[in-house]
């Protein structure tokens, strides 16, 4: 079965922590894709890491792939509150338009 | 109008009710997806069109229909739904580039919050 994990669930955090979200997949997929939510409103791109290796950072955002562990990060650096979101990662099929999403990470940073 | 914009924005329906959800991308994109987000749950891939050409049904219920017009313009048909089937629909588009490797970056529209009553 296709599986797409994220851990924590749940994470709650103060202003100037610094924090990991861990994505771990099952599939063979050598592209991942980071999306933010905000309450209410639709998912916005954040990275797309399209090798191993890769690594993109945005802000207080740093995003990494191993394609060999199946297994991407997104490291949260100095939270500020703006950046309580909900955070999902995705996989793509190769060969496929399908998509996978793990069951996002509900961040919140406290002030 | 830009991006991918959904409507209406906001329903809400009768279990005998039929009706429609909208979507449309001003990208220029080749493929088109809808999504259900429910409360709890990962969000679940319902179709996928490529060129108009359906290419993906997940096991998605009859009681849904999808229509794909043209390449930037998408519709779900409702009819006959549960109380189960209240969600926010998103709806998606991606444009596969074939020089420099394929790069299937999706962009969201603001979603439709369904409610079956």
């Known amino acids: 079965e296709l599986k797409v994990e994220q851990n924590p669930l749940f994470l709650s955090m103060q202003e100037g922590k610094n924090y990991t979200i861990y994505c771990n997949y099952s599939t063979t997929s050598d592209r991942l894709y980071w999306y933010r939510q905000d309450p209410g409103k639709s998912l916005e791109s954040l990275f797309v890491l399209l090798s191993n290796g890769a690594v993109k950072q945005e802000g207080r955002l740093m995003a990494s792939l191993d394609t060999k562990a199946r297994l991407s990060t997104l490291h949260i650096t100095a939270a500020v509150h703006d950046l309580s979101a909900t955070y999902f990662c995705?996989?793509?099929?190769?060969?496929?338009?399908?998509?996978?999403f793990g069951t996002g990470t509900r961040l919140k940073v406290l002030a | 109008e830009t991006g991918v914009t959904q409507t209406p924005r906001h329903l809400v329906m009768g279990m005998t009710n039929k009706k429609s959800l909208k979507c449309e991308q001003h990208l220029g994109h080749n493929a088109m997806y809808w999504y259900k987000q429910s409360a709890k749950k990962p969000l679940e891939l319902m179709f996928v069109?490529?060129?108009?050409?359906?290419?993906e049904n997940n096991s998605v219920p009859s009681r849904f229909s999808p229509e794909c017009p043209n390449s930037s313009h998408l519709f779900l048909h409702l009819h006959t739904l549960q109380p189960e089937d209240s969600a926010l629909y998103l709806c998606?588009?991606?444009?596969?580039?074939?020089?420099?490797?394929?790069?299937?970056?999706?962009?969201f529209g603001p979603g439709t919050r369904l409610t079956v009553l």
């Open positions: 069109y490529n060129f108009k050409e359906q290419t």
């Open positions: 998606a588009s991606s444009q596969e580039v074939l020089a420099g490797g394929r790069y299937n970056e999706q962009f």
């Open positions: 995705a996989v793509d099929i190769p060969g496929t338009y399908k998509y996978i």
